[in-house]
């Protein structure tokens, strides 16, 4: 089955422009990225989706695959959908451009349950939250699954309201890294923008609107994305922690 990683990357940040060129340790982002995606050993291959001449030099020069796309995409699903439709491949892994430090493990996580069964047609991930601050922060989501791991919704909200303590209940983050079977994606993206997507602005939500499932496997990864310059110094921190800062 042929596996394919596509990162999507554009130039114009609103909060951060230029984001997957900033230098992480003297890597640019996009390069960490593309090298943490070739490490999985189910990823056959890993291109870039961009619109960017910039970016695009950039990624040829450490040797990366890119492919050229449209500037008028509004999500970067969407920009993954056109370069899907170039690719030769079974199933595409999504990757977000601006988590340098994520583990090929997440996304063997994430793979695997589209191999083992063939009627999952979307996956993802989850991680366990560990902060208060973050059951309440609107910019980490939250989802909820069923016994079989299957997605019942994803909330900005803090999901399930909890109304008397539980000391056992484990509230989970969504990790934004999917695995689609090709042509399912290409489906997903013709489909007009759901009510429940607009509103919490989730593009997940579409799928779910429209009767689709969504495995989500656990994982323990930790993602720290890059959303402003700022964070530029946590990554960094978490690199050298890590001993991963070369």
């Given at each position: ?94 990757v977000q451009g601006d ?100 509103a919490e602005s989730l ?44």
């Amino acid at each position: 089955m042929q596996i394919t990683a596509v990162i999507p990357a554009r130039y114009g940040s609103t909060r951060f422009p230029g984001k997957p060129l900033a230098s992480i340790c003297g890597k640019t982002m996009i390069q960490r990225v593309y090298e943490n995606a070739r490490q999985c050993s189910l990823v056959g291959r890993v291109v870039v989706a961009t619109d960017s001449d910039e970016i695009a030099r950039a990624v040829q020069q450490f040797g990366g695959e890119v492919c050229m796309t449209s500037n008028m995409h509004e999500t970067g699903t969407d920009r993954i959908a056109e370069a899907a439709q170039k690719l030769d491949a079974d199933l595409i892994v999504n990757v977000q451009g601006d988590e340098p430090l994520l583990q090929p493990q997440a996304i063997e996580l994430a793979v695997k349950p589209l191999l083992i069964n063939q009627q999952i047609s979307m996956g993802t991930l989850k991680a366990p939250i560990k902060s208060e601050q973050d059951i309440e922060n609107p910019n980490i989501v939250k989802v909820v699954t069923d016994t079989r791991g299957r997605a019942l919704y994803f909330s900005r909200s803090a999901i399930p309201f909890v109304r008397s303590r539980q000391t056992d209940l484990i509230m989970y983050r969504h990790i934004g890294l999917y695995v689609y079977r090709r042509d399912f994606l290409l489906q997903l993206t013709g489909l007009p923008q759901s009510m429940l997507e607009k509103a919490e602005s989730l593009e997940q939500l579409r799928a779910l609107e429209y009767g689709f499932c969504i495995h989500v496997a656990e994982t323990d990864y930790e993602p720290i994305s890059v959303d402003v310059p700022e964070d530029i110094v946590k990554v960094e921190h978490a690199l050298r922690q890590q001993g991963r800062a070369l």
